[in-house]
């Protein structure tokens, strides 16, 4: 058959028409949800753990659960399965998660963010973590006596959800927006779906977010590894990011540190992790550790440089990862036992900090959660019984804890030990005395023995919960410049910590260590901006200026999830590393651009970092520029990646974290409606049955053409 | 080709070739050889080089149903046990599937 001439252009114009037809077909009937932080899949060297959802998606009857009721209807008598129950927090726990899933019903769940200033979280508390947190990479991890936590469960909340397989996919909808359509669809069509009646058409959702790796670490590490394919493919990485580390003063390989055992070591944990993926602004009472030290750096780098010089020398780390069983911590002290940290001596680098090692420190200060010390009695300082049999440690120990109570008597903050019979709780020092028990070290934190922290390593362990509520009428700039329950108190703490450290490092009396405070304004500006927006003056003025611009579009706070190894560090480690700098660093006034304040490379003791400034306003034109400056500072990042995946032995050794995460192509979620099975069953039926009978009617027309079409009269 | 412009002989020597071909671990020529002669063999009227092209038709269809059997068998056992074998059977894989172990 020829088609007419006049035809093909028309033809050619229907394609993209047709085309954008279908696209409007595919709009009327999904709704997309716009954001969602999945609970994706994480492995370790004998589990996976997490979500997935199937390959093309799981699909359920919407079912809004408001009350305890909804969910029991759910478990009991819901008819119309699989369902999609979209939850609000209070009713997200681990005996209804444990309910749902075992009834079968559901094929995915939903968690309602709530708006940040009402999260509803449970009143139990809620933590999903292990009641023994990271378990077996402590050094306790074959102790007869301390083993398990068998003398202190540290999390008795822990539930273990976060650490369950769940072949369904659970999302936390972050945007109130979503939640409100999904209500509103569940309300217009899914609320008669009851025992009595099963109205369809019914509101659906689908999410897609399926995981590519499985199994374990092992197995998806061989995979990727596979050279038989002829394109690879990864199917997850290991977790891992950088540590921040810096001294107060230089560390140069022109005066080791070989024999003596003069160095400090103040440290906190950065990371934190929830079950649902990279969600901001959790993790607040877990974040107080390391804001109190960065606010007691800064109080100590304005120390002049003739005293810094008498004193000892004091190194600050900012660990990253050790949620997952020590990554951070593990991999420094693995660097340093093999002589490389921070890096192996290189005679043509002239310039180049000293080896570290675990046998150099001689007091170990690490700062645990200490947000709630004034709900338990005051600061704890746990230490470790064990290495404490050695007088030597014992000693030291002890030289730490009395410095502690000095420094507390002046700023009236009770300090406690907590009963001899208990060991340290987890912690990074743990990993430096599995390696040398020789490392004498306490640990500080606001819980005597089971953690203060009712909402310990999940998305409601929130600000609200640490006293860090804001007048809701105030400005963003009032708000940032405000004190807060918890900003007064951790003041005090960051005080107690900074006096701790100058007293130890100087040897000097209780009463000149007086005179050093933590700044109370830095401690609600580290409080605002790490916990309620990152987009705020601070982070603006120590960032780049391309890392501020970055932060312009984030509206809450920064996610503190180790996530995977990237060439940069994760924006936290960056901003704290920038905040450490800015704070024991000098300025240098002679190099006023950016190309100027770069790391020259003969120095690998410092680093130069151009910041952005606080914004300078020129009345006469009314334009904005930046006071841009450079500063120097030995503040360093160094690998945060577990050991383990160094080598095929260390990797099957069960003395590294092993935990790597799955990676996924696809991740979306849709709603719809959803018309009855016997509906669909005669849908496609009537359509099967009208191609059978065209087929068979054109069989015949076709048989019997020349009967029903006469010829026309040959043309040709 | 058509067949039926093809002499007797020539036929017969098509069909040895096809069958010893299969030989070479390929079942898939066997069973072009059933399907291209199977009319020859078995419908035709008798002519000269029948029986021989029966035979090796024959031949070639319990060869075929062989490998088929073989191939079945190994194909359960291996998606049955792919899993359990870990190591071994990832290496045996052209492509691993995503998301299950």
Redesign the interface.
């Known amino acids: 058959m020829a088609v007419p001439r006049s035809v093909l252009p028309l033809l050619f114009l229907c394609f993209p028409l047709c085309w954008a037809q279908f696209r409007s077909v595919h709009d009327m009937i999904y709704v997309n949800i716009t954001a969602q932080a999945p609970c994706v899949r994480l492995m370790n060297a004998t589990h996976q753990i997490g979500c997935?959802s199937a390959?093309s998606g799981n699909v359920g009857v919407l079912h809004y659960c408001a009350e305890q009721s909804d969910v029991d209807w759910l478990i009991q008598s819901a008819k119309n399965k699989p369902y999609m129950p979209l939850m609000v927090p209070r009713l997200f726990t681990y005996e209804n998660v444990q309910g749902l899933r075992a009834s079968g019903k559901i094929s995915g769940i939903l968690v309602a963010y709530g708006n940040r200033s009402d999260p509803q979280p449970p009143q139990a508390g809620f933590s999903p973590v292990h009641k023994c947190p990271n378990d077996g990479y402590g050094m306790y991890s074959d102790h007869p006596e301390y083993a398990h936590c068998k003398n202190t469960t540290w999390n008795p909340l822990g539930s273990g959800l976060s650490y369950l397989d769940y072949d369904f996919p659970m999302s936390l909808l972050v945007n109130q927006s979503d939640i409100d359509y999904l209500i509103d669809c569940h309300n217009r069509f899914n609320k008669y779906d009851n025992d009595s009646n099963q109205a369809y058409p019914l509101c659906a959702v689908q999410i897609k977010d399926?995981?590519?790796?499985?199994?374990d670490s092992i197995?998806c590490i061989?995979?990727s590894n596979?050279n038989?394919?002829l394109n690879p493919?990864v199917?997850c990485d290991a977790l891992g990011d950088k540590n921040v580390w810096g001294t107060l003063r230089p560390l140069n390989k022109s005066t080791p540190l070989n024999d003596s055992k003069e160095l400090i070591v103040a440290s906190a944990k950065i990371d934190t992790w929830s079950l649902f993926h990279n969600v901001g602004g959790v993790g607040a009472n877990d974040a107080t550790g390391f804001i109190a030290l960065l606010a007691a750096a800064e109080a100590l780098g304005k120390l002049d440089q003739v005293e810094k010089n008498a004193m000892k020398d004091l190194m600050f780390v900012f660990f990253q990862g050790e949620t997952f069983d020590y990554i951070g911590s593990s991999r420094m002290v693995y660097d340093m036992r093999r002589g490389e940290f921070p890096a192996k001596l290189n005679d043509k680098v002239p310039w180049q900090p000293s080896l570290v090692n675990t046998t150099n420190i001689q007091y170990f200060l690490e700062v645990s959660q200490v947000g709630l010390w004034e709900q338990s009695g005051g600061l704890w300082a746990h230490s470790d019984p064990v290495s404490q049999k050695t007088s030597a440690v014992r000693d030291n120990v002890n030289a730490i804890f009395s410095a502690i109570e000095n420094a507390t008597d002046s700023t009236n903050i009770s300090i406690g030990k907590p009963p001899s019979f208990q060991a340290l709780p987890p912690a990074s020092l743990q990993r430096f005395l599995r390696e040398d028990l020789g490392v004498p070290g306490i640990v500080l934190s606001d819980h005597m023995a089971a953690y203060s922290n009712n909402y310990f390593m999940s998305r409601l362990d929130l600000p609200a919960e640490i006293g860090m509520d804001i007048p809701a009428n105030l400005k963003p700039d009032e708000a940032y410049d405000y004190t807060t329950k918890q900003g007064e108190s951790l003041t005090k703490v960051a005080t107690v910590i900074a006096r701790t450290l100058y007293q130890l490092a100087s040897n000097k009396s209780p009463s000149e260590a007086a005179k050093i405070t933590a700044s109370s304004s830095t401690i609600n500006h580290l409080l605002y901006c790490f916990l309620q927006h990152a987009n705020c003056p601070l982070f603006a003025e120590v960032l780049s200026s391309k890392s501020v611009a970055a932060l312009k579009s984030l509206p809450g706070p920064l996610p503190r999830y180790v996530s995977v190894p990237q060439n940069a560090a994760n924006q936290i480690s960056q901003v704290v590393a920038n905040l450490l700098t800015f704070y024991l660093g000098e300025r240098l006034p002679n190099l006023n651009t950016p190309t100027e304040c770069k790391t020259p490379r003969y120095d690998h003791i410092n680093s130069y970092i151009f910041m952005n400034g606080r914004p300078v306003v020129n009345t006469t034109d009314n334009t904005t520029s930046y006071a841009s400056f450079c500063m120097r500072a030995s503040v360093q990042f160094s690998t945060a990646v577990s050991p383990a995946f160094l080598s095929n032995e260390m990797l099957h050794s069960n003395e590294y974290s092993t935990w790597t995460e799955?990676r996924w192509t696809v991740l979306n979620a849709k709603i719809f409606l959803v018309s009855s099975e016997a509906e669909q069953t005669i849908t496609l039926s009537v359509g099967v049955v009208v191609i059978l009978v065209s087929l068979v009617l054109m069989y015949f027309v076709n048989t019997k053409s020349d009967v029903l079409f006469t010829a026309p009269e040959a043309e040709y | 080709m058509n067949l039926n412009r093809v002499k007797d002989e020539d036929k017969l020597e098509l069909c040895r070739k096809y069958y010893y071909g299969g030989f070479f671990a390929l079942p898939f020529l066997w069973l072009v050889n059933v399907v291209w002669f199977f009319k020859q063999a078995f419908i035709r009227p008798a002519f000269e080089q029948q029986q021989e092209i029966k035979s090796y038709i024959i031949k070639s269809l319990v060869g075929c149903i062989l490998w088929t059997a073989v191939l079945v068998t190994w194909m359960t056992i291996f998606q049955m046990y792919r899993a359990d074998w870990g190591e071994i059977a990832d290496n045996m894989s052209f492509i691993i599937p995503k998301g299950i172990a």
């Not at chain 1, 399926?210 to 199994?215: L, S």
């Open positions: 997935t390959v399926r995981m590519d790796g499985a199994k197995t061989r995979r596979l038989i394919n493919f199917y799955s």
